[in-house]
Nanobody, 119 residues
Framework: QVQLVESGGGLVQPGGSLRLSCAAS????????MGWYRQAPGKQRELVAVISGGGRTNYADSVKGRFTISRDNAKNTVYLQMNRLKPEDTAVYYC?????????????WGQGTQVTVSS
């Protein structure tokens, strides 16, 4: 089993910045893709950004140029640096990790962290 603990959410004014962190722990063998998703009230969960094991990144069009995803493989941690935040970025942000061991691969989700952008 892999456990994910997220941190860094909160309330910020438009134009501000936040940094989310997600640390994986437990029976870790091989972490593959790590990513962030978000879900606003009344909307479906959507991809924000993902990063492969090799460091390749992909972003939703709505956050390109404002958000940066990164990972520290030694710490089994993925980060999301969010700059120039907008009210429409308000959502619960979820960490997602793909993990493989000798048996197979699974996908794990964090508990979610609230990000509120408001003046």
């Amino acid at each position: 089993q892999v456990q994910l603990v997220e941190s860094g959410g909160g309330l910020v004014q438009p134009g501000g910045s936040l940094r989310l962190s997600c640390a994986a722990s437990g029976s870790i063998f091989s972490i593959r893709t790590m990513g962030w998703y978000r879900q606003a009230p009344g909307k479906q969960r959507e991809l924000v950004a993902v990063i492969s094991g090799g460091g390749r990144t992909n972003y939703a069009d709505s956050v390109k140029g404002r958000f940066t995803i990164s990972r520290d493989n030694a710490k089994n941690t993925v980060y999301l640096q969010m700059n120039r935040l907008k009210p429409e970025d308000t959502a619960v942000y979820y960490c997602n990790v793909g993990h493989c061991n000798v048996i197979g691969c699974d996908e794990y989700w964090g508990q979610g962290t609230q990000v509120t952008v408001s003046s």
